[in-house]
């Protein structure tokens, strides 16, 4: 076996370089093709079933109006159900039909059953399932993601509880009714899900755990779901407010989040299969390919370092709070 490993480690790369030639002509024929298709025929959602997760504030509230413009009936689902309210108002305000608005916890399997169920009992049946609520975690001045292991257990499970278990559970109890309406799920995933960050480890994982499932997912089910993973920038949101209020330097200029609403409705109606908002971001994961240690260099000095002499300096002065981002 070890000869045969050997062989292909010396075959394998040059012939590979001369398929990829080969191919490249045939794939950019059909990427073209594909790309006309998304922007002729764009799915028309009025009537149809839309459910978001995290719909009380931030993107998840954005995303809940820019359907509802279009005409689709709402399901909102937020922990913060006192708050789901206006947003309802909002929602039918602008156009949407018909909204029902139910308090989950995406993190619990039985809450995720619930809310499902509650969807297609009121309106008949699912089109779209919008996984958006997400958490920071708890942030803590000056400890380490490694440290945060022993200081801040349940907080660190709370993140991959609900970036990735939320959105894997609701899925779950989707899948089969949006097989049969042929509907669409898009995941609010995040560019730290591929582009790593100091103290945001956790949440880096969680997030790059949630594409992975969904790509795979797609190899799955082939065309029966559309499935749109969206990877965000910095959004201006109250989880963001909140990361500078922890100490993290935001030094990424911030879009709003009525565009990058208005971009991800947009984009899952066209059946894309990725989105970057805003896609000059991209060009970060360019950089992690192509010149890997000059971002662990760059991100080492830039952010970690600055961050930990700020905290120090701030802890100095004053007691050491703890921020709990969600």
């Not at 009537?47 to 909102?76: D, N």
């Not at 929602?91 to 619930?114: E, I, N, T």
């Not at 997912?217 to 749109?228: A, K, N, V």
């Amino acid at each position: 076996m070890d000869l045969i490993h050997k062989f292909f480690n010396i075959v394998l790369p040059p012939l590979n370089i001369i398929l990829l030639v080969c191919f490249l002509p045939l794939y950019l024929v059909f990427r073209f093709a594909y790309c006309l298709k998304r922007h002729i025929f764009i799915e028309n959602v009025a009537g149809k079933v839309v459910l978001v997760t995290g719909a009380a504030s931030g993107i998840g509230e954005q995303i809940a109006y820019e359907y509802a413009k279009r005409g689709a009936c709402l399901v909102l689902v937020d922990i913060r159900e006192d708050r789901l309210g206006p947003v309802a108002e909002k929602a039918k305000f602008l156009g949407s039909p018909d909204v029902l608005a139910v308090g989950a916890d995406v993190s619990k399997l039985q809450d995720s059953q619930r809310f499902i169920e509650a969807a297609v009992d009121h309106f008949g049946k699912l089109d779209h399932l919008v996984n958006n609520a997400g958490t920071v975690g708890l942030f803590q001045i000056g400890v380490s993601n490694l440290e945060m292991i022993t200081t801040s257990t349940p907080q660190v499970h709370e993140i991959m509880d609900v970036n990735f278990w939320g959105t894997a559970y609701s899925t779950h109890f989707a899948l089969q009714h949006l097989i049969k309406s042929k509907g669409k799920i898009i995941v609010i995933a995040s560019g730290l899900g591929w582009y790593p960050s100091p103290v945001l480890g956790f949440y880096c994982a969680s997030k790059a755990a949630a594409i992975s499932l969904y790509e795979s997912l797609r190899c799955e089910i082939g065309s029966e779901i559309g499935i749109t993973i969206v990877t965000p920038g910095l959004i201006e949101s109250e989880m963001s407010g909140a990361m500078e209020k922890g100490g993290v330097d935001l030094i990424v200029p911030k879009e709003s989040k009525e565009a990058c609403a208005k971009a991800i409705v947009k984009s899952a109606c066209r059946g894309d299969k990725y989105l970057t908002e805003p896609s000059w971001i991209r060009v970060l994961l360019q950089w992690k390919f192509f010149y890997p240690e000059v971002v662990e260099f760059g991100n080492h000095w830039a952010i970690y370092r600055r961050f930990m002499h700020l905290n120090r300096t701030s802890t100095a002065l004053s007691p050491s709070p703890q921020f709990k981002l969600d």
